[in-house]
Every structure is written in structure tokens, then in C-alpha cells.
């Protein structure tokens, strides 16, 4: 008999992301003639940056050439992109990394998804709340949560309230927790932390020998000079701290697949004597067990954006987005509404009318002005009463459902 990992069956509903779509879906099948404007999941509409285009063609056409084809690439990526990564991404902001330290995937979700298995399950896990849903569910997957509560709580984790009253930034945990889960700037609420505020969360974990999971997938959206980009900015984190950095928001890469976590050798976990074991060693074994690599027209693609005609064409594309995100804030604001984020990240978080549930706002969008955002309770209770919109549509998408939410 073939039993279950019942860990699975403590996730409560479907994945967030599939719910929403599974909702639109059905209503789109009833309502044919409904013209919806998708501002839900963060996926982007803007075409993949030409220089990536053009690398990619030329890449396959190596594959086909006799001469220049290749077979499987290193597990932990090619150093022609490792290395312009380094210096494009890192070494300009002061930071250096040796070329091991770069890992090269096919997606951010993937390597924040499954670095939990490199600790044990008797770690205590902080996560932020709200939260991108993949780092609760992994870790219920995993058998490091109870179940669920009433409230939507899973025993064992420690939520880290992200509310206005403490300007959506999470305070250290009152107990000790052994991994936290981090992400700035902020999906959902789109808010950042200073350099000064990550060095609180670097100090803690030095203190507790704990490690933080640091997402900075929607880096590239920081338009403020003073907003650190990486945690390995902050003086101590590289002992403490795994970044996960994505292509996909940064050069449209949701459909080509592309990403790269950090992981410095000092990165510790411990054994049960309290032995050291190199983080960046463990995911090297579990990468080239696990992971076939990401294909070599991809890496090549993603090269091609540290160009001096793919960072224009890159910087042209977020800039169309962070417009995006403006002209929703400010018409949003105009209509009243109480709004957040959308300053250095492609997302709005808005209160939903009358702190109604947000997924009751959702249906009320969907049906009354054919609007997909995504309910701020699908990232965490903390997130019950708000609502994301996500700039990644088009500038008329985005304009047309402001005047329908001015309307509504
Ligand atoms: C989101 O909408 O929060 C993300 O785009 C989903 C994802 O990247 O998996």
C-alpha cells in the first residue's frame, strides 16, 4: 500500500495563484463576452528585451552546428553568465562573490521552494505575513509545520505581522526561530527595508546561528538610491544569509525560465553536535543530484541583458512597469483609496473597501468591473482586509481598470 506524505494533506485549499485563476476561469466561462483586465498574479506582458531575443536565436543555432553544439552544461551553471552576473549584480555595489557562489536555475520559485530540505525538520521557521505563499507551503509540504488553525495559521511556523500599524515591517521574533524567510522589497505590500533595518535581522541571526532566506526577486524595481538591493550589503550577512534572485521580473523571463541563488561558503547549518556544514556545499550536492541545469540558449539569453543594448532595453521595460505602477497608485489615491507599495516594486497593496474580505472584494471585481487582482488573505491572515494589483499589465490594461475602479 502506497501511503501518503500527509504533511500534504494539511495545505489548506489549492495554491493561491491556481485558486484565482480557477475562479477566472470559471467566470470567464459563463461570461464569454466579459472583456477582464488580468492585474492578478505578477506575470508580465512586455516582450522578452531584443538582445535576449537575438542571443537565444543565435544559441539555438549553435546547438544545430556540429562545431559549436553542446550537451549537459555545468549543474551549477556556465561562468559566462555566472561571471557577468557577479560583476553586473554585485560587484558594483561593492559586494564580491566567488564564481561558486552563484548558482544558476530555472526559477526562483523552484530554489525558494526546495532549499528548505538542506534543514532539518525540527527548525523553528519565521515568516513574514503576509508572504509570497511558497515559503509556507514548502515548509508544511516538508513536515515542518502542524496543521492548520481556524485563523489560517499553520502550528509551528512564527508569523511576523506586517501591518500599518508597524509600517509593514516585520519585528524580530519574540522567540527564537532557526530559518526566516524575508523578502524586499516586498511582495505583496511592495514596501522596502533600509540597510540599517536588514543589519537588525543579519545581527539576529548571527546571534541565534540562524539563517535567513533573503527573496529579492523584484530588486531590479528599486527606484530609491538609498534601498539596498542585497542582503549582502549589510556588513556579517554572508555567515548568515542565502539571496534568490529571478530574471523573471527583472527581464521577462516568467515563460523562458531563469534565476540564480546566492549562497556565500560562510553560510552555516549545524549538527546535532553542533558541528558546522557549509550551506553552499549541501546545495551543490542537492543540485547536481536533483537539478539537470538550465539549458544553454537560456543562459545565454539571460547574458545578453548585461549588454550595453540589453541593460537599455531592460531598464526601458521596468520603467514602463514602474509608470504602470504610478498611474494605478495615484488613480487608486484619487478615488480614495488607501494605498501601499508601488514605489519600488510592481505592486499595489490597497485596502479593500470597508475592510470587506479581500476575497469577497475579489469575486465583487471580478463580477462587477471584470478586474483580476489577487486577495491579500492568499499571502497570509495578516493580509485579510487588503488586496494586490500587479503593474505587470499593460499601460492601457492598467489605466482602463483604474477608471473601472474609480467607477465602482
Ligand atoms: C506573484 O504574483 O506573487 C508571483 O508572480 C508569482 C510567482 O512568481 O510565482
Redesign the pocket.
Known amino acids: 500500500m502506497a501511503l501518503v506524505n500527509e504533511n500534504f494533506l494539511k495545505l489548506q485549499g489549492s495554491y493561491l ?1 491556481a485558486e484565482q485563476a480557477s475562479r477566472v476561469a470559471q467566470y470567464k466561462a459563463e461570461n464569454p463576452a466579459a472583456d477582464i483586465i488580468r492585474l492578478g ?3 508580465v506582458t512586455q516582450p522578452l528585451p531584443q538582445a535576449v531575443v537575438t542571443a537565444m536565436k543565435q544559441a539555438v543555432d549553435e546547438m544545430g552546428q556540429k562545431e559549436t553544439f553542446r550537451g549537459y552544461g555545468p549543474g551549477p551553471g556556465y561562468p559566462f553568465l555566472i561571471e557577468k552576473i557577479i560583476a553586473n549584480e554585485f560587484k558594483i555595489r561593492g559586494v564580491e562573490l566567488a564564481t561558486d557562489e552563484v548558482f544558476v536555475s530555472d526559477g526562483s ?1 523552484n530554489d525558494v521552494g526546495n532549499f528548505q530540505e538542506l534543514f532539518g525538520l525540527h527548525n523553528t521557521v519565521a515568516i513574514a505575513d503576509p508572504a ?1 505563499p ?1 515559503y509556507v507551503d514548502s515548509n508544511v509540504m516538508a513536515g515542518r509545520t502542524g496543521g492548520a488553525t481556524a485563523s489560517g495559521q499553520y502550528g509551528r511556523i512564527v508569523y511576523l505581522p506586517c501591518t500599518e500599524e508597524n509600517g509593514m515591517k516585520p519585528a524580530l521574533p519574540e522567540s527564537k526561530v532557526d530559518i526566516i524567510y524575508l523578502c524586499f522589497p516586498n ?2 505590500t511592495g514596501m522596502t527595508l533600509s540597510k540599517a533595518e536588514l543589519k537588525v535581522w543579519v545581527d539576529y541571526a548571527k546571534a541565534n546561528q540562524a539563517i535567513i532566506l533573503f527573496d529579492a ?1 523584484y530588486e531590479a524595481y528599486i527606484q530609491e538610491e538609498s534601498v539596498p538591493h542585497s542582503i549582502f550589503e549589510v556588513e556579517g550577512a554572508r555567515e548568515v544569509a542565502v539571496e534568490f534572485r529571478s530574471f ?1 521580473k527583472t527581464a521577462g523571463f ?1 515563460g523562458t525560465r531563469c534565476a540564480y541563488t546566492v549562497i556565500p561558503k560562510e553560510a552555516a547549518v549545524y549538527d546535532a553536535e553542533g558541528k558546522a556544514h557549509c550551506l553552499n556545499r549541501l546545495w551543490f550536492r542537492r543540485t547536481t543530484t536533483k537539478f539537470g541545469g538550465t539549458s544553454y540558449p537560456v543562459q545565454a539569453a539571460a547574458a545578453a541583458i548585461y549588454t550595453e543594448e540589453g541593460k537599455q532595453q531592460v531598464k526601458a521595460t521596468i520603467g514602463y512597469y514602474m509608470q504602470n505602477a504610478k498611474i494605478i497608485k495615484k488613480g487608486l489615491q484619487k478615488a480614495g483609496y488607501q494605498v501601499f507599495g508601488g514605489t519600488n516594486a510592481p505592486y499595489i497593496w490597497m485596502q479593500t473597501p470597508n475592510k470587506m474580505k479581500s476575497w469577497d472584494f475579489f469575486d465583487k471585481l471580478l463580477k462587477e468591473v471584470h478586474i483580476v487582482g ?1 486577495p491579500g488573505a492568499g499571502f497570509g491572515p495578516s493580509g485579510e482586509g487588503y488586496f494586490r494589483l ?1 503593474s505587470f499589465g499593460t499601460r492601457e490594461d492598467c489605466i482602463r481598470a483604474v477608471e473601472r475602479l474609480t467607477k465602482l
Do not use: M
Open positions: 495563484f498574479i505578477g506575470d520559485k509570497y511558497v511582495n505583496p526577486a523573471s516568467t489577487t500587479s
